[in-house]
């Protein structure tokens, strides 16, 4: 296949970062669907698109389209991709994938029944950090890891489906924590067998509907322990740099968050700097969607993957009443 067809559905902030860096790679066709046709073709004409549609279901059943990239609220996520998948279309999905795990469920069972190649749109799964950082810890020069602490807090305004409780499904944990845990995950690489989370009961004026700033920690199968702080309240004054930490039997690494730089104080001594070129992943992951319709194979961010991070949500939304450790659910 060449000239992949691409519809992408929703014309937003996130669209528009993705049509930006598809036009960049070159070798696929855009379309654009909204719920406003001119502003679907005012997309195409921005972006070198070859034509728009008046609302997601044209997109999603055209014969022009290979493939649909959802960049709807994650609480249409579902619907379109049913939509699509009936239809023959490959899929790559926004993150949260869905509000909840009933949700992912029913999309991996259409998926399937469809036998369509679905994605979702993790870019932190393909961030230069993740490699960088796994190498060192393989090399041995930190020894064992121990504890994984990684820092995200930065203040966000939450307006539209956002401050919705209903269409959001959750908090900030759920529609842009999901990055940090999958990130989390990723650096660690090991999984994740227990869950617990606490959150401040400091008053203030919350920043999302649900939850607004959360710790999470985290037990690994390989014995290490992680921990998450993430906050759409705290105020960050660098504009999200911060640092992280690994803190190992024989040294640490400590890395800003975002995948800017690391240092490595071990049996050696290393300064990384993991790539900026591509610093979010974002390159990375459209051009491994567009390689694995093309080739027609499983991608590596896929929907089980998913599931495993929104599993780890649920689990430590279920913590926050309990007050204790929680197991995430198995699909």
């Known amino acids: ?41 005012a997309f195409g004409r921005e972006f070198g698109g070859v034509g728009g549609f008046a609302g997601y279901e044209e997109g999603c059943v055209s014969p ?5 990239i959802d960049c709807t609220p994650h609480a249409l996520h579902l619907a379109n991709a049913r939509l699509a998948a009936s239809h023959g279309k490959h899929l790559l999905i926004e993150k949260p994938v869905t509000r909840n795990l009933a949700e992912l469920d029913a999309m991996i ?42 820092n995200r807090t930065n203040r966000s305004s939450t307006r539209g489906w956002r401050a919705d ?9 759920l529609e842009g924590g999901v990055h940090w845990i999958n990130y989390l995950i990723s650096l660690a690489g090991s999984e994740v067998r227990a869950v617990l989370a606490v959150r401040p009961s400091v008053p203030y004026p919350a920043a999302a509907p649900f939850e607004d700033t959360l ?13 998450l ?46 790539g900026v070129r591509d610093l979010m992943g974002h ?12 080739r027609h194979q499983a991608p590596a961010m896929s929907l089980a993957l998913a599931r495993r991070d ?22």
């Open 215 to 227: 710790e999470v920690v985290v037990k690994f199968v390989d014995g290490a322990v992680g921990k």
């Open 165 to 173: 409780a209903a269409m959001m499904g959750g908090g900030a944990l």
């Open 109 to 150: 069972e259409a998926v399937n029944a469809a036998g369509v190649i679905a994605m979702v749109a993790e870019n932190y799964f393909f961030k230069p950090m993740v490699r960088v950082f796994r190498e060192l810890v393989a090399s041995g020069d930190v020894g064992r890891p121990v504890l994984l602490e990684l």
């Open 1 to 41: 296949m060449s000239g992949l067809r691409l519809c992408l559905l929703g014309c937003g902030a996130m669209a528009r970062r993705h049509a930006r860096t598809l036009r960049a790679l070159g070798g696929v066709e855009l379309r654009f669907a909204s719920r406003e046709r001119e502003r679907a073709e």
């Open 310 to 331: 929104l599993a780890i949500i649920e689990a430590a939304y279920r913590s926050l009443e309990s007050g204790r450790f929680e197991v995430p659910a198995q699909a």
């Open 229 to 274: 702080l993430h906050s759409w309240y705290l105020k960050n004054r660098l504009k999200g740099v911060q640092l992280s930490k690994l803190y190992g039997t024989d040294g640490n690494i400590v890395f800003e968050t975002n995948g800017l730089m690391l240092v490595l104080a071990g049996k050696r001594t290393r300064i990384r700097f993991p």
């Open 283 to 294: 390159r990375a992951m459209l051009a491994h969607f567009v390689d694995c319709v093309t």
């Open 64 to 68: 022009l389209v290979d493939a649909v």
